[in-house]
């Protein structure tokens, strides 16, 4: 008997399909890949759902209205196709560079910062089209359960969020025959034996031999990026224009930041940049091996360092690297849409009010380096950091600066370092 005023949890209120009555509708983040293509009649036949299938392109390089028709063609009852890269560049990747947001000190987060604006576009949609529930393809073991699921807590908490990969327990081989026997289309051929998922920020890749730690990943493995051992011998050189800490140019050409991230991505991953290759702690408590392909996000986060290096003082870039840190971490748990996130990215555009000028980047056989920076509001004062004519730094007050700076130094180091007896320094503090 339940008590009164106690509901129910959301996962055994109300049951699916129930009979007699118009049924009720899902909207599954769409991808065009078979999980997300047997879900569509597993949630029909399972649930009993009415599939509305949300595909959000965010710089994934895929035919999308090929996507849209083989969700129609799987039985979903309308697909929506949503070009969200502009936004997912200017409103996500953006603020992201702004606060150097890496994971772990390598990972440019380029999967974890997709996941909330699909999300957004999930319950968008869903309220648009009368949903009561939203449903993804991920499985039990990733990350990105964790990011879909927390981003529709965070958004629309009134939603419930279904996720049939986490639990049919099909392998591959039984979803392929899952779907032949509905008469869905299934690749042809021999399967690849990656995982990768991509879009504006970077290409992930996992599965296949690259589960072993030990073994250097095939070339195979790779779609972004030439080998650096067999890019160009002539350096290349790339200029990055910030404004406020944005991109806005390349070259001197102003860009937007989607073409601008979209042509960076060209340029050095031909040069062999942004290669990456990590053990990766999960949020699930596992240790994963992933390697990624971020050429744009490894130049303009360098670039963006480099100029932050120019122009804001010591103390400020001390405590933005911790605040970056943490950013990061949120980011790759799912919490974008958590009030942390939101009074961190507070603090980080206060800084970001001189972080405005020029970087110019080298490119060399899978490496980026800084080689030159300028800015109307740099603090490197050539008259005071010159050893030459014109040298205006008062050097005859470093003295009085040292012995102040190390008086507690001093201090400490005057006293006898070897401790009193008990009983001397008992005698010492007797009445």
Request: glycine share 8%.
């Amino acid at each position: 008997m339940r008590a009164r005023g106690i509901n129910p949890p959301p996962s055994l209120a109300l049951p699916f399909g129930k009979p007699g009555v118009s049924a009720q509708r899902v909207v599954l983040a769409y991808s065009g890949g078979l999980d997300t293509s047997v879900a569509i009649p597993w949630l029909k036949e399972e649930r009993g759902l009415e599939v509305v299938a949300l595909t959000v392109d965010v710089g994934q390089p895929v035919d999308l209205d090929q996507v849209r028709r083989k969700a129609e063609a799987a039985g979903a009852y309308r697909a929506v196709v949503v070009d969200a890269r502009a936004e997912f560049a200017a409103d996500y990747l953006v603020p992201a560079l702004r606060a150097n947001a890496v994971y772990e000190g390598v990972y440019p987060l380029s999967t974890a910062l997709a996941r909330p604006v699909i999300g957004r576009h999930l319950v968008e949609v869903a309220r648009r089209e009368g949903a009561e529930f939203v449903a993804h393809g991920c499985t039990g073991k990733g990350n990105d359960q964790v990011r879909f699921d927390l981003a529709i807590a965070g958004l629309a908490p009134e939603l419930r969020v279904i996720a049939p990969a986490r639990e049919w327990n099909m392998t591959r081989e039984q979803e392929v025959e899952y779907a032949r026997a509905r008469g869905l289309p299934v690749p042809a051929g021999r399967a690849s034996p990656y995982s990768t998922d991509e879009n504006l920020w970077g290409r992930s890749v996992e599965c296949g031999v690259l589960e072993d730690p030990s073994i250097e990943p095939p070339e195979e493995a790779f779609g972004w990026t030439t080998a650096p051992s067999a890019a160009p011998e002539t350096p290349s050189r790339v200029r990055v224009g910030f404004d406020r800490g944005r991109p806005t140019s390349l070259d001197g050409t102003p860009l937007a930041p989607v073409d601008l991230i979209g042509r960076l991505n060209r340029l050095a991953g031909a040069a062999g940049v942004g290669r990456i290759d990590h053990l990766e702690s999960r949020v699930v408590g596992i240790k994963s091996r992933e390697v990624y392909e971020c050429p744009a996000a490894t130049v303009l986060i360098e670039a963006h360092r480099a100029l932050e290096a120019l122009v804001l003082p010591r103390d400020v870039l001390d405590f933005k690297r911790t605040v970056e840190q943490r950013y990061a971490n949120l980011v790759y748990e799912g919490l974008w849409f958590s009030p942390l996130r939101t009074a961190l990215d507070a603090f980080v555009s206060a800084t970001q009010d001189r972080v405005t000028g020029e970087v110019a980047v080298q490119l060399f056989k899978g490496s980026a380096h800084v080689v030159g920076r300028r800015s109307p509001y740099s603090l490197y004062q050539p008259s005071l950091a010159t050893y030459s004519t014109g040298d205006r730094f008062r050097q005859e007050m470093a003295e009085g600066f040292i012995y102040v700076w190390g008086l507690p130094s001093r201090t400490w180091s005057s006293i006898e370092p070897r401790p009193a007896a008990p009983s001397a320094l008992a005698s010492k503090l007797r009445p």
